[in-house]
């Protein structure tokens, strides 16, 4: 074969690859290269017609590669979020979860009444009706804004586009889990990774034809909005859509206390390899759906649900080595470093081991035999040392006193416990670059800036050729640079441009989480951005003196105690922490922190709690005032504005401050008045 035939050769075969991979993206929403290959891979293309000018009278590549893929489906707010959900693993956890149910609501029922069934492991959707006609159809998205993806649901044969129903709420939101069964998938398995990934590629396709081709399932669960509101019970509701002819799953039932979640938990563990569709645990709700509203959500989940997720997937494994981490709060996590071993489908070669006290106790060295385990998206852990198969080449492992930067590590102390924490941490803040480089990984994270295209292996890459190294120089990268860097091109870029751009426009409260100050998760970081309602407000923290009179006024907060309060001063005490933090809002649009209801009961109003209530716990009596406009404070001071005391055991303390400032005092009596007014 002479030269000129071999390079066409060569780029016939990269122009059916090409076709290959357009195939999955485009046709399948299941893409198996990066951006950054696929560019690569376009990249190879276009140089041999560069070099070889007679390659373009072929006239291949104009039928392979089109415009820059847009976004295929126009994007709907969803009428309440779409939360993920909180998990258990153990009847620990769940026992914990029906606490703090009784506790949020002030009862004491140990066999609180749980709607039970499987978590399906598919693609949520929500489908909206108006008047029984299916008018929306949405994907989950990001839990706040889905996909306009009506037309490829319209096609799932058996969802009802009109409910013959007299009854039916004027709007009804019912949300469900999408599937492929594993005798259908079995089918189409040379097309698709898994049943889940064809799934969600199928209900992402531009043609709804193609969708109509793949034997989609699903089981309705859920709702969002219901107006009006006609069901009592979840149980309710899933019998009454079943009826509408929705598809609801056999195994649903309801459960009453510890031993019959168990009970039931155990039965479907032991059948769940011979159903014809994957799970990975059950989920359990409260039954009553008063109580439901009642409690009501945190940021993330809500406290009325959470996965019980089945017993971890274990492999027995050796440790080659361990080594140090450390974290955007520079805590130092010892990591194992064992031999590759396959546990729930995952190969996994780094296990952690917590900290240097869980080193101890378990006795775990290098060259030991292990299990460890996996529980669900939960990183790897070591469980045990088989110390029957210890060798003499085991070595104990010397935990260091230093950080990776060579900066002393400490075990903070506990203001609450007065026991030093478990954990020893690097206190250098920005000034440390491992630290540094870990903080660039959170700030990009999607709860913080959600910048899709710039995971923790981009910020690695763009660490180590300096192109980033604080979190400012995000919003300066040098494109020129990255283009010329391999697997990076003109889609890759511009998708990563675009991700960067858009996330220019950040809410205070997300800002506050995102910049990592130790002790202040993603609900302190809300009750902080309602203190401050805008950047220009919080920015007052850079300067000492006004920070100790904020600081003051933060003791205040009802959820903000002297730990998160030392944490923020410690932060920005230090100088390189200031100085970075004010370089990344210059580059930002922080939008300022609107309350939930401006024309609630207490809009602007300051509350204060005491005592115990007769129908309700102090957090939810918190989060009605909240949820009604008013900030809720932690202390007695001018600016509140009444103080709510309870039949039970109030502090006399308090309700004498409040009489001497001539603060309003509101019995229990009166304050269910208000509610119910």
């Known amino acids: 074969m002479n030269e000129k035939k071999i390079i066409i050769k060569k780029y016939k075969d990269l122009i059916q690859i090409l076709k290959k991979h357009n195939d999955l993206y485009y046709n399948y929403d299941d893409p198996k290269l990066s951006d950054a290959d696929y560019d690569n891979l376009k990249n190879k293309i276009l140089t041999l017609e560069k070099k070889h000018v007679y390659l373009k009278n072929l006239n291949l590549i104009n039928k392979t590669v089109g415009a820059t893929p847009t976004n295929k489906f126009g994007k709907i707010k969803h009428l309440k979020p779409m939360l993920s959900l909180a998990n258990a693993f153990n009847g620990k956890d769940m026992d914990d979860f029906i606490k703090k149910v009784n506790n949020f609501v002030n009862i004491n029922d140990k066999n609180l009444e749980l709607f039970v069934e499987p978590k ?398 130790r002790h202040i998760g993603q609900e302190n970081a809300k009750i902080l951005a309602g203190f401050f309602a805008s950047i220009e407000e919080f920015s007052k923290l850079f300067e000492h003196d006004e920070r100790k009179k904020i600081l003051l006024n933060l003791i205040d907060l009802d959820g903000i105690g002297d730990t998160q309060i030392e944490s923020i001063n410690n932060f920005f005490l230090n100088k390189t922490n200031v100085s970075i933090i004010k370089e990344l809002i210059e580059k930002l649009s922080v939008k300022k922190f609107s309350i939930q209801n401006k024309d609630g009961k207490f809009s602007n109003k300051k509350i204060m709690f005491t005592g115990g209530f007769e129908n309700m716990s102090r957090s939810e009596a918190k989060a009605i005032a909240e949820n009604n406009g008013g900030k809720v404070l932690g202390s007695i001071s001018k600016k509140l504005d009444f103080l709510v005391v309870g039949n039970s055991k109030p502090t006399k303390k308090k309700i004498d401050e409040a009489k001497k400032l001539n603060i309003k005092i509101v019995l229990e009596k009166e304050w269910n008045k208000i509610l119910n007014s």
């Open 120 to 517: 399906i492991d598919g693609i949520s959707a929500t489908l909206i009706y108006e008047k029984g006609i299916l008018t929306k159809g949405l994907s989950r998205g990001d839990g706040i804004t889905g996909e306009d993806i009506l037309a490829n649901l319209k096609t799932i044969k058996n969802i009802p586009k009109k409910i013959a129903s007299n009854n039916v709420p004027n709007l009804l939101e019912v949300r469900c889990e999408i599937f492929i069964s594993k005798r259908d998938f079995l089918k189409i398995k040379k097309n698709f990774a898994n049943p889940r990934n064809a799934a969600g590629g199928s209900l992402r396709q531009k043609n709804p034809r193609e969708t109509s081709k793949i034997p989609l399932k699903y089981f309705a669960y859920g709702f969002g909005s219901v107006e009006p509101m006609i069901f009592k019970k979840q149980s309710e509701f899933l019998q009454k859509i079943k009826n509408w002819k929705f598809s609801t799953n056999p195994l649903s039932e309801i459960v009453n206390g510890l031993d019959k979640i168990e009970l039931q938990h155990k039965k479907i563990d032991s059948i769940r390899s011979s159903l014809d569709y994957d799970i990975d645990g059950l989920v359990y709700k409260v039954n009553d759906i008063n109580l439901q509203k009642r409690l009501g959500n945190t940021s993330n989940s809500p406290r009325w649900a959470i996965a019980y997720k089945f017993s971890a997937e274990k492999a027995i494994t050796k440790i080659n080595d361990i080594v140090i981490q450390v974290g955007r709060t520079g805590a130092i996590t010892p990591v194992a470093k064992v031999q590759p071993v396959t546990v729930g489908g995952v190969v996994v070669s780094n296990a952690t081991l917590h900290n240097e006290d869980e080193i101890e106790r378990k006795d775990i060295r290098i060259n030991d035999t292990i299990t460890i385990q996996r529980a669900g998206d939960v990183i790897p852990q070591v469980v045990s040392v088989d110390f029957s198969k210890r060798k003499n080449n085991s070595k104990r492992f010397i935990f260091p006193k230093n950080c990776l930067c060579g900066a002393l590590t400490k075990k903070e102390l506990s203001k609450t416990t007065q026991k030093l924490d478990a954990v020893r941490r690097c206190t250098k803040g920005y000034d440390c670059i491992f630290t540094a480089k870990e903080k660039l990984k959170h700030i990009v994270s999607k709860e913080a800036f959600n910048i899709d295209g710039l995971g923790k292996k981009v910020i690695d890459q763009f660490w180590d050729l300096k192109l980033v190294k604080k979190p400012s120089d995000i919003f300066d990268l040098d494109y020129e640079k990255i283009v010329k860097l391999e697997g990076w091109g003109i889609l890759s870029i511009n998708n990563l441009k675009k991700a960067i751009e858009k996330s220019k426009i950040i809410t205070l409260d997300r800002f506050i989480f995102s910049i990592g100050i």
